[in-house]
């Protein structure tokens, strides 16, 4: 009457090759515009996993981007040829390789872990199934020697709780069987 209600249903991830597709696009943005673009991979990233961490690295990568722009602003003529200059190219073309690095490291990682259940499983067993037998204590036997070294045989795993009690309920029922089997209850074959 009071259970659990009705579970989340589970958002399956994009398909493969859209994914990839956006990727692509998004790597090839950030190249194509030398690292002005950039920071667009992160703001994808951070909608998508909607981590803090994420989030902090695109708004970092947003402020590298303008500060790589105002050094290579200042600097006078057409050439880059001063520190500040070369400073904000550096910072340009650096947060574009950590970035391309990151989000595709990072996008592929939250995406496999949607796909395959990458997340570590619940501690806590579902309400009205049975609970798995503990492992028993096994000792290893020593036989004959024909090789040099003793042979331990494998551990055998322990059966199914709910295994067992099929076979003590079977047991029950043989035993019962037995007892009446002999006996006559009206009927003049003996109970058969």
Partial sequence: MHGHGYTQPVKQPPHMGWLVFLRV????IAIF???LLAWTMLLRLA???RKPLDWGLFVAAL???ILAL???GTEPGEDVH???GWTGMLLLLGTLVAGIAYYLAADIRHFHRLRHGGYPPRTAPAYGYPQPAPPTPYTATALPQTSGAPYTPPPQRPAPARIDEVRAELDELSD???NHDGRPHGNPEGGR
């Fill in 70 to 72: 105002v050094l290579i």
């Fill in 25 to 28: 696009l998004f790597v090839v």
């Fill in 63 to 65: 402020v590298a981007d």
């Fill in 47 to 49: 909608i998508v996993t």
């Fill in 176 to 178: 019962y069987l037995r």
């Fill in 33 to 35: 515009s030398v690292g």
């Fill in 82 to 84: 001063t520190v500040g």
